[in-house]
């Protein structure tokens, strides 16, 4: 059992080998868009982000507000179809929003708290639909498991999963795909007639306050967005809902 054991782990590690001869060859980018969506959605099905997040429900009134509010920013270009978004709010203090595999995409309560328009949200929300489409977090996930470690989650004991649930919930993206999302984020809400400005007082309030929220680390400067902002003039703005359905969405489930 032993010399069948010792094979099986060479040929694990003859395979990881190829892999990432495979990775250096034509780059972590190509390969992960190569990767169906349906197995992304599948990876992303196994391992689940943090078990122990509370869903936050609002009600009937504020759920049909957030999906309005997703609405207006996805789907809008022609390729959105290839990928499919799950949005959720979560319950937590801390302003943050991140993107898990397979387009499942989570807003803390805390974010939501802080906002001061549905633009503001919209705007971190285009920004993360950027990392989704883009397949930023598949990137993150190939590199992660073209490691030791990795082939451990795939070959080892049961708590090697927990450990790469931990990585997808904690990993952070290079300046170079914060910077993509911020111009695909950007290109969105144009698209969908929103006003950037919201985008850009969200990240300002954000730098001013000192917040920890993680789009803060990585992220081009305050000044190299704000150029970036002007780049993408507004065009046809439209509010994305009035003051008072606003309120409601924001009351129910920010905890207010």
């Known amino acids: 059992m032993k010399d069948h054991a010792s094979k099986l782990k060479g040929l ?30 599948k990876l992303g099905k196994v391992v689940q982000m943090d078990s122990s997040e509370r869903i936050c429900h609002g009600n009937p009134q504020a759920d049909a507000l957030l999906q309005k509010l997703v609405q207006r920013v996805y789907p809008l270009e022609p390729d959105d179809k290839d ?33 001061e328009s549905p633009e503001e ?6 920004h993360e639909i950027e990392h989704v489409h883009r397949r930023h977090i598949m990137e993150g996930a190939l590199v992660h ?4 470690e990795g082939i451990n989650v795939i070959f080892g004991n049961g708590s090697s999963g ?21 111009e695909g984020g950007l ?8 006003n950037n ?7 300002e309030r954000m730098e001013r306050e000192g917040s920890a929220s993680i789009f803060l680390s990585d992220h081009p400067s305050n000044q190299a967005r704000v150029e970036m ?20 969405l924001k009351n129910a489930y920010s905890g207010r």
């Open 12 to 41: 694990v590690w003859v395979a990881a080998a190829c892999a990432c001869g495979i990775l250096f060859a034509v780059g972590i980018s190509p390969l992960a868009h190569a990767i169906p969506w349906s197995w992304e959605q």
């Open 83 to 115: 990928f499919s978004i799950e949005v959720r709010i979560v319950q937590s203090p801390v302003v943050n929003a991140y993107a898990g595999l397979g387009g499942k995409i989570k807003i803390n309560s805390g974010l939501l708290g802080k906002a």
């Open 121 to 126: 949200v919209a705007g971190v929300l285009a």
């Open 145 to 148: 498991l073209f490691t030791a």
């Open 162 to 182: 927990a450990g790469f649930a931990k990585f997808l919930l904690n990993m952070d993206f290079t300046r170079s795909q914060e910077a993509q999302a911020d």
């Open 187 to 194: 290109r969105r809400l144009q698209t969908a007639h929103v």
């Open 197 to 203: 400005e919201g985008f850009k007082r969200f990240f």
């Open 229 to 248: 902002v002007d780049r993408f003039k507004n065009q046809d703005i439209q509010p994305i809902m009035t003051q008072a359905e606003w309120e409601v």
